[in-house]
């Protein structure tokens, strides 16, 4: 196993996979990310092919390990190949700290507690020897069937791999505080005060690797962040923050990343935490990693970043911003569509107007025009997203009474999602119906090998789910095409989109000559009937649209295109104008969304 990010087993993984003649060649990047939808998976509960989740029932909250693998996961690729997914997002499986304090280190089963950058952590495998070969299994038989694998990567800080002198975490900015290192029991030996006091060769589950991130001065120790200082300088709870503005430990991280590269063929990066790490560093390390993949035959390597806020601070590390005066460093491809998702939610399910997530492009409009990526507009690689690991709940609600009700709710956000610009991300066990919430983030990482039926393709949400992935798939507009909000009028005569919650959400995906309307209901007990705006110089007096998808039975077939008389219309942007303009007459169900074209 390396030791070391210079030793010979990283340098040989680095150079066989290197262009123009490889010895061992890597699996070619996709064209176009969004020509494909990614599925998120926590390995720890998503499935086990040995033996049942530990903690019973299922869906309970829990915070330790489940005993999902990755063998686990490999098992289920042909239900995810059934599905349609496109790539496969797995949370961090490289090695975390295995015990802390003499027990084991069950709070870390979603791996983002990293004590070895270089290795597998054998609780992920079902031989823990061969762990490094099961995740290399896993990535290669999911390229057998067409899915991409992007690995969850940490950045920002180790595992709890040394403990405090006095042993308490609180904030302590004025100076590094003394430390005591872990050994391979998670012991915090009084005599490792030092990283040098600890020696060459401390065994692998000791302390921290690679050997170059076994120093002192990488890492913050501080504690956690104070209280009238920024988030994010200090620990993240128990995990160790890490100095990424030091050049070393840039090095040491990108390098180790490389060998992932290398070692197992993925696809991608999802980076945990970006908005923790030194800016510069975030950026440098997005522009290695594209620089690496491309000498190596990945060609468009696909790296997103977590930026838990609005546009303005994703926009600090996405894409390069042009007032920079070091601005030939280009950053990380994408980052998840947080500000999306800080409305959608409730937009889909009635709870805030329509007019909301208008809002939020029109924010993300004016602060683009300072970001330039790589590769064209930052917009057209945010991943966007309904619930995930982080959150409290899942999108889906079951009502005590009845709780299929909102069911439908489901299926009109995925529509949605599937529609909006950007990459779609749904969350593990979506398609089969789980709705966990509650006080913490446990609620909703169930262990979903344990529900009853589950994994099944036949699934009401599952067919829904692959009927999507078809959609989008034989529908380009909807992968690449400009994106408007559409007016809509329940009189006829007054346009605008909604502003009153429980409204109904329309836009427009045009590519060449060809327009796809989508049109959602978001009310849950009332239906539309009304007209919407489209373009009048794609659709002629009496063409019409054919119902592409719906997600309720028998959808009302929409009216034949027609120019109205003089009509006012509010627009997106506030303003405001009048007719005539081209319309179409819908009629849409409680929560009913059509896509048209």
């Known amino acids: 196993m390396p030791r070391s990010v210079r030793g010979p087993e990283v340098r ?27 599925y998120f998976a926590m390995v720890d509960r998503f499935d086990n092919p040995h033996a049942p989740p530990r903690h019973l029932p299922f869906d309970a909250p829990f915070g330790g390990f489940q005993g999902g693998t990755i063998d686990g996961v490999r098992r289920r690729l042909d239900y995810l190949q059934s599905l349609g997914v496109g790539a496969l997002w797995i949370t961090p499986v490289l090695r975390n700290v295995a015990r802390v304090d003499g027990a084991p280190n069950e709070g870390t089963y979603h791996g983002y507690g990293i004590q070895n950058f270089l290795a597998v952590d054998p609780r992920y495998a079902s031989d823990p020897r061969h762990a490094d070969a099961e995740l290399r299994r896993l990535v290669d038989d999911a390229h057998a069937r067409g899915i991409y694998v992007i690995l969850d990567i940490v950045l920002n800080h180790t595992g709890d791999v040394f403990a405090y002198d006095g042993g308490s975490t609180a904030a302590h900015a004025d100076a590094p505080r003394r430390i005591h290192w872990r050994d391979a029991h998670g012991v915090a030996r009084p005599e490792w005060t030092t990283a040098d006091a600890i020696g060459s060769l401390p065994p692998l589950d000791a302390a921290v690797f690679p050997d170059e991130l076994r120093h002192d001065a990488m890492f913050r120790r501080q504690g956690a962040p104070a209280a009238d200082g920024p988030e994010t300088i200090g620990d993240f709870g128990s995990l160790k923050q890490l100095v990424t503005s030091d050049p070393a430990v840039a090095d040491a991280l990108i390098r180790a990343h490389q060998y992932v590269i290398a070692r197992w063929d993925v696809d991608g990066f999802r980076v945990d935490t ?60 994408a980052a998840l569509d947080f500000p999306l998702f800080f409305k959608l939610p409730a937009v889909l399910k009635g709870m805030l107007p329509p007019s909301e997530i208008a809002g939020v492009y029109q924010r993300r409009k004016a602060v683009e025009r300072e970001v330039v990526s790589s590769h064209g507009e930052a917009t057209r690689f945010f991943v966007t997203f309904l619930d995930n690991h982080d959150q409290h709940e899942r999108f889906r609600f079951e009502a005590a009474d ?181 319309v179409v007459r819908v009629a849409l169900r409680p929560m009913e969304v059509q896509v048209l074209g």
């Open 402 to 582: 009845d709780p299929h009700r909102y069911d439908d709710q489901v299926t009109l956000a995925l529509a949605c999602q599937f529609a909006l610009p950007g990459i779609p991300c749904v969350y593990y066990g979506t398609e089969q119906g789980l709705a966990g919430r509650g006080a913490s983030d446990q609620n909703v990482r169930e262990a979903l090998w344990g529900k009853p039926g589950a994994f099944d393709p036949a699934h009401p949400l599952a067919r829904a789910l692959r009927a999507l992935s078809d959609l989008r798939r034989r529908t380009p507009a909807l992968r690449y095409g400009r994106f408007y909000f559409r007016p809509v009028s329940g009189d006829g005569v007054h346009f605008g989109v909604s502003p009153f919650r429980a409204g109904v959400l329309a836009f427009s995906r045009i590519l060449g000559d060809r327009e796809v309307l989508v049109v959602a209901n978001t009310s849950a007990s009332d239906g539309f009937v009304g007209e919407v705006i489209v373009d009048a110089s794609l659709n002629a007096p009496g063409s019409t649209f054919a119902v592409l998808h719906a997600n309720r039975a028998d959808p009302a077939a929409p009216g034949a295109v027609r120019v109205t008389g003089a009509i006012e219309v509010r627009e997106v942007d506030g303003s405001s104008g009048t007719g005539p303009a081209a």
């Open 12 to 38: 040989a993984a680095i150079d066989a996979v290197r262009e123009p003649d490889p010895v061992r060649p890597l699996t070619p990047s996709p064209a176009d990310w969004r020509d494909g939808w990614i």
């Open 274 to 333: 970006l908005k923790y790490l030194d800016r510069e560093f975030a950026r440098t390390f997005g522009n290695a990693m594209r620089e690496f993949a491309l000498g190596a035959g990945k060609k468009n390597f696909f790296t997103f970043g977590e930026v838990y806020d609005d546009e303005a601070q994703i926009a600090r590390f996405v894409g390069r911003n042009t007032r920079d005066a070091n601005a030939e460093i280009v950053g990380v491809d």
